[in-house]
Structure formats: structure tokens, C-alpha cells
């Protein structure tokens, strides 16, 4: 079923709002900075070696496409549940999926497959997907605090394709990181 008008904007505001508590909303061209000191940092640690860090980097994308996916089917239960967590239930499962995503082995994880595309791409490719993933993790989970601090929300989601909800919001979200991050950090 496709979603409602209602529901359209239900989620286009829930999104505009975790977009303006995001580190990129908030920091505008500062985040970007931010990041590139990141990258940086990340470099240094490996003492330039290109290798280390482009392993580095696909670790760091494998976390956040594995948390990514499991922050969605938690909005997915939500939807088929009628109802959220409550926030230390919340707080209690996002702190597990952290923990649970950072002890992966590269080799053997979940989506390991989707790093397969980074094989003979640009270091810079892999640095502006780790920016995006990193900035689509964090105003999900500004989405999902949304979800359970106004859970009458769920309510108006009842009877929505929980994957077209999903859709919807990964949407909206890359859209707002296109506007503030662009093509290059």
C-alpha cells in the first residue's frame, strides 16, 4: 500500500526535525571540516598506508550499513507492532546493535558482500560514502528518538508498508545530506 499524503508529511517533518538536531545541521560547513579531520585522523593512524586505511574505511562503512539496517527493521517492527519502545528499552536495544555491529569481522559480517564495490574505487569514494553513512546513521536515530518521544506518530503510520516507510525516510534523509554535504568533503 502506498502511503498517504498524511503520512508523507508526517515523516517529512519527523526527518526535517532529526535533520536540524543532526552534527550537520547544527555545524553547517564546519561538519564537513569535521569530517575531513576525521578522515585524516584515520589516516595518520595507519601512517599513510593506503592499504590499512582503505581497509579502515570499509570496516567503519560495514558498521554503519549494518547499523543502518538494523536501526530500519526496528522502525519496521515499530510499524507492523503499532507501537515504540519505550525510551530505556530504546536506549537499552540501540546500545546492543552498537556494541553487536562494532565486533565484526570485515570477512565474515553481514553485507560484507555490499564492500565489494569499493574494490577498485577512489580512496575519496570510500571517504564520501563513510561521510553520508555516517550522517544517514546518526539522523535515523534522531528519527527513531523522534518516533518514541511522539509515538501517536506509529499511530499514523498504522496500515503503511512498513519498507515503503523506509523508502520514504532513507529519501528524505539523503536528500538533506545532499544538500549540506554535496559531491566532495
Given at each position: 500500500?502506498?502511503?498517504?499524503?498524511?503520512?508523507?508529511?508526517i515523516?517529512?517533518?519527523?526527518?526535517?526535525?532529526?535533520?536540524?538536531?543532526?552534527?550537520?545541521?547544527?555545524?553547517?560547513?564546519?561538519?564537513k571540516?569535521?569530517?575531513?579531520?576525521?578522515?585524516?585522523?584515520?589516516?595518520?593512524?595507519?601512517?599513510?598506508?593506503?592499504?590499512?586505511?582503505?581497509?579502515?574505511?570499509?570496516?567503519?562503512?560495514?558498521?554503519?550499513?549494518?547499523?543502518?539496517?538494523?536501526?530500519?527493521?526496528?522502525?519496521?517492527?515499530?510499524?507492523?507492532?503499532?507501537?515504540?519502545?519505550?525510551?530505556?528499552?530504546?536506549?537499552?536495544?540501540?546500545?546492543?546493535?552498537?556494541?553487536?555491529?562494532?565486533?565484526?569481522?570485515?570477512?565474515?559480517?553481514?553485507?560484507?558482500?555490499?564492500?565489494?564495490?569499493?574494490?577498485?574505487?577512489?580512496?575519496?569514494?570510500?571517504?564520501?560514502?563513510?561521510?553520508?553513512?555516517?550522517?544517514?546513521?546518526?539522523?535515523?536515530?534522531?528519527?527513531?528518538?523522534?518516533l518514541?518521544?511522539?509515538?501517536?506518530?506509529?499511530?499514523?503510520?498504522?496500515?503503511?508498508?512498513?519498507?515503503?516507510?523506509?523508502?520514504?525516510?532513507?529519501?528524505?534523509?539523503?536528500?538533506?545530506?545532499?544538500?549540506?554535504?554535496?559531491?566532495?568533503?
Amino acid at each position: 500500500m502506498n502511503l498517504t499524503l498524511e503520512q508523507k508529511k508526517i515523516l517529512s517533518e519527523l526527518v526535517e526535525v532529526a535533520t536540524s538536531a543532526s552534527d550537520m545541521k547544527k555545524m553547517g560547513e564546519l561538519y564537513k571540516v569535521s569530517m575531513k579531520q576525521i578522515l585524516n585522523r584515520k589516516y595518520e593512524r595507519v601512517r599513510g598506508n593506503e592499504i590499512e586505511y582503505r581497509n579502515s574505511l570499509k570496516k567503519n562503512i560495514l558498521y554503519f550499513f549494518n547499523l543502518s539496517e538494523d536501526q530500519e527493521k526496528m522502525i519496521k517492527l515499530w510499524i507492523n507492532n503499532n507501537r515504540t519502545y519505550t525510551m530505556e528499552k530504546f536506549n537499552f536495544e540501540m546500545d546492543m546493535c552498537e556494541q553487536r555491529n562494532k565486533q565484526i569481522d570485515i570477512n565474515y559480517s553481514r553485507n560484507h558482500d555490499k564492500l565489494n564495490k569499493y574494490d577498485n574505487k577512489e580512496i575519496n569514494i570510500l571517504e564520501l560514502d563513510y561521510v553520508y553513512l555516517s550522517a544517514y546513521a546518526e539522523i535515523l536515530l534522531n528519527s527513531m528518538c523522534l518516533l518514541v518521544q511522539n509515538s501517536h506518530i506509529i499511530n499514523i503510520l498504522k496500515g503503511a508498508s512498513p519498507e515503503k516507510v523506509i523508502d520514504y525516510i532513507k529519501r528524505m534523509i539523503y536528500v538533506e545530506i545532499n544538500i549540506y554535504i554535496g559531491e566532495r568533503i
